[in-house]
């Protein structure tokens, strides 16, 4: 979705662009909802709607979520959104993944200055004033820039040798499609529990939804050895039936959650961005978002260069753009952790401090705008 979203960004810049993935850029969508799904915000939707990507997605297929409502399960601790807030359409769409890749997919390939390959890089070797890259197809792509949106165990990042920060947050996050017993309303739901955090993400059908239950590594374990009604059982308690009864409707997908920080994102002919720069636990849905900023912030800079005539694999061109990306970043990771931190286990004074906060910013008007706007993207 990153490195797509650059090269969609980058039409009409005057560059030449090869994208390179060694998976297939579209796939048919099954009927049934597929396990990976995003939060977009309101800024990207916008960019994506300019660039003619948005409307490419069957709306059939698009959740808008118009209210947010999150818990500390088990206290008094509690906090509404709403898109009258602000005031704005919706706060966001749960979107499929592939889906968004299939309409990116389809924009760039129309645009006459971008090449798809479906290829692996076997060999990635670094002049000086050009890259070489071998493919497994016995191809070979020179190019002036290596950007890589390779993902969080990046190819490019270990070739370029950028130096990575990283911390096992000890969660594993559990995804699958549930079936649910009330409509959930376009209201995207989170619940705080003592072993991390449950997201009920609003689905097109008004009885659908995508979870993301983090848990403490081993509970997570426990969690995924349950048989379907078991688990479905659980997932309901642990909900505190908000929805009614839940029912799993699919298969079960778990990954491992840690926090990477690149130390450094640029050196001469290589960038990094998404994934590969930086990844942070999903409690707040801001991961791709975060990729996307990188992706736009980055053809902004590469275009300006074209613009005016200067070298855009300089460092000291690209330095800017580092310097932004990796504060925001920075800043969205550390306010993860504390969410992290805060809402982890049940000591008392810690329950109180928070659901007093939940309370307290729940009830002051300005405060929320400013978080809806800062989640938005605006």
């Known amino acids: 979705m990153v490195g797509l979203s650059l090269a969609s960004a980058l039409d009409s810049s005057g560059l ?30 916008q ?46 769409h749960i979107i499929e993944n592939q889906l968004l890749t299939n309409a990116l997919a389809e924009k760039v390939a129309q645009q006459a200055s971008v090449k798809l390959i479906e290829a692996k890089i076997d060999k990635v070797l670094t002049g000086q004033r050009e890259t070489m890259l071998m493919l497994n197809n016995d191809e070979v792509i020179a190019c002036r820039l290596l950007v890589g949106a390779d993902g969080a165990n990046s190819y490019i990042r270990q070739q370029a040798q950028f130096p990575l920060a990283f911390k096992d947050y000890g ?10 017993e009330k409509p959930h309303g376009q209201c995207a739901r989170q619940v705080f529990t003592p072993d991390g955090p449950l997201a009920l993400l609003p689905l097109a059908n008004p ?15 426990d969690i995924l050895a349950l048989d379907n009604d078991t688990f479905s059982h659980r997932l309901t308690a642990t909900s505190d039936s908000v929805l009614g009864v839940l029912t799993l409707d699919s298969e079960r997908m778990s990954f491992p959650l840690t926090m990477r920080y690149a130390r450094q994102w640029v050196k001469p002919g290589v960038v990094i961005i998404g994934d590969a720069a930086h990844t942070i636990h999903p409690l707040a ?5 975060l990729g996307m900023r990188d992706a736009f912030a980055l053809a902004d800079t590469l275009k300006t260069c074209v613009q005016q005539d200067v070298d855009f694999t300089d460092v000291a061109q690209l330095r800017s753009f580092e310097r932004a990306r990796k504060a925001d970043a920075a ?7 504390g ?29 929320k ?10």
């Open 16 to 45: 030449n662009v090869a994208v390179i993935s060694n998976q297939p850029f579209e796939q048919a969508m099954p009927e049934a909802p597929t396990l990976r799904v995003s939060a977009i915000n309101g800024a990207n939707q």
């Open 47 to 92: 960019v994506l709607t300019d660039m003619g990507v948005w409307q490419r997605m069957p709306t059939n297929r698009l959740s808008p979520y118009k209210t947010m409502s999150v818990w500390d399960k088990d206290s008094f601790g509690r906090i509404d959104f709403s898109h009258d807030d602000l005031p704005a359409p919706q706060l966001g």
């Open 171 to 180: 969660h594993t996050a559990i995804v699958a499609t549930i079936r649910t």
């Open 207 to 221: 009885n659908e939804v995508s979870i993301v239950w983090s848990q403490r590594n081993e509970v997570a374990q």
């Open 285 to 289: 849905g801001q991961g791709v978002n």
């Open 331 to 337: 800043a969205v990771i550390a306010a993860m952790d």
């Open 339 to 367: 969410f992290k931190t805060l809402f982890a286990g049940d000591n008392p004074l810690k329950k109180l401090i928070r659901g007093a906060g939940l309370v307290v910013t729940d009830s002051l008007p300005g405060l």
């Open 369 to 378: 705008r400013q978080w809806l706007a800062q989640a938005m993207g605006w």
